[in-house]
């Protein structure tokens, strides 16, 4: 059954009439006697009584009336929403981002966007970077923005946006505070504070120290990068961080060797068509 089947049988029913229902349609009389034979065909029953110039529903016809109604309101409801699309971005806006990224990288980012469409309910998941690939994967979000893998597989598509070095840090009375040199190895001989051992970071840095023979003592895990911070500004351990995290709490150790650093950027199901929400986002990340 398609809807100008429905429009028509609707029309002929409402109006009583073939002729008054052509006229209503803008079609001729024969058109729309041919629709109705088509719909009487599809559904293997008659809709309509012909009693001379009157036309009745049958009892299909009554059942079809009401559902057909339905169906047609719905449609137009359906037309009106899509039309709607195109006089302004609202919705929903699903982003997965890690707690460093949330703190320190998309607070300029959303205030402008909230400015700019004030109808788009933001919905944030602030978690790991690999479960927001995971949440992209699934579709529990339109976008990740974070720390990228190394290879992102299909079908999920990665975009740098921001290069993040990292520092390799120690509290101020740590015993290699002192040193004007350091090297890996003299890193590997004291204990170390890190993010978990599946996380990017950590990879990162356990590769480094692999690449050349050592081993890392890690005397804590944990993903939340601000407490590491914490952690080794109060002598627990020595970390490698964002070098934005530098402050008082804690110094930069000028350690020899390759420097560290991570990509930023957002994560995207390559699959899945970007609501207008999202590519506002987009934009606004890749405007700079």
């Known amino acids: 059954m398609d809807l100008t089947s429905l429009a028509v049988f609707v029309a002929v029913a409402e109006h009583g009439g073939f002729s008054a229902a052509a006229q209503q349609l803008h079609l001729t009389q024969p058109a729309v006697s041919?629709?109705?034979?088509?719909?009487?065909?599809?559904?293997?029953?008659?809709?309509?009584?012909?009693?001379?110039?009157q036309v009745l529903p049958t009892e299909a016809g009554t059942l079809l009336l009401e559902r057909a109604r339905s169906l047609l309101a719905e449609a137009a409801d359906t037309r009106r929403a899509i039309a709607a699309l195109g006089e302004g971005i609202g919705g929903t806006l699903r982003i997965a981002t890690s707690h460093h990224i949330g703190l320190h990288y998309l607070p300029p980012l959303l205030r402008r966007y909230?400015?700019?469409?004030?109808q788009v309910e933001l919905d944030i998941a602030f978690v790991d970077s690999e479960q927001a690939y995971a949440h992209v994967l699934a579709g529990q979000a339109e976008l990740a923005i974070t720390t990228l893998a190394?290879?992102?597989?299909?079908?999920?598509q990665a975009t740098r946006l921001w290069d993040d070095p990292l520092c390799f840090m120690a509290a101020p009375d740590h015993p290699l505070s002192a040193r004007k040199r350091v090297s890996l190895a003299d890193l590997a001989a004291h204990p170390a504070v890190l993010p978990d051992a599946g996380t990017f970071t950590h990879k990162l840095i356990a590769g480094l120290f692999a690449d050349n023979g050592l081993a890392l003592q890690v005397r804590l895990h944990t993903n939340y990068l601000e407490t590491i911070k914490m952690l080794v500004g109060v002598g627990l351990a020595w970390s490698a961080l964002p070098a934005s995290l530098l402050d008082a709490q804690v110094v930069a150790l000028p350690v020899r060797g390759p420097a560290l650093q991570r990509q930023l950027g957002w994560v995207r199901h390559a699959g899945r068509s970007l609501p207008r929400a999202a590519q506002a986002f987009v934009n606004l990340l890749t405007a700079g």
């Open 150 to 156: 190394a290879h992102t597989p299909a079908p999920l």
């Open 114 to 118: 909230s400015q700019q469409f004030p």
């Open 34 to 53: 041919k629709r109705i034979a088509q719909l009487e065909a599809e559904l293997g029953t008659r809709l309509l009584d012909r009693l001379g110039r």
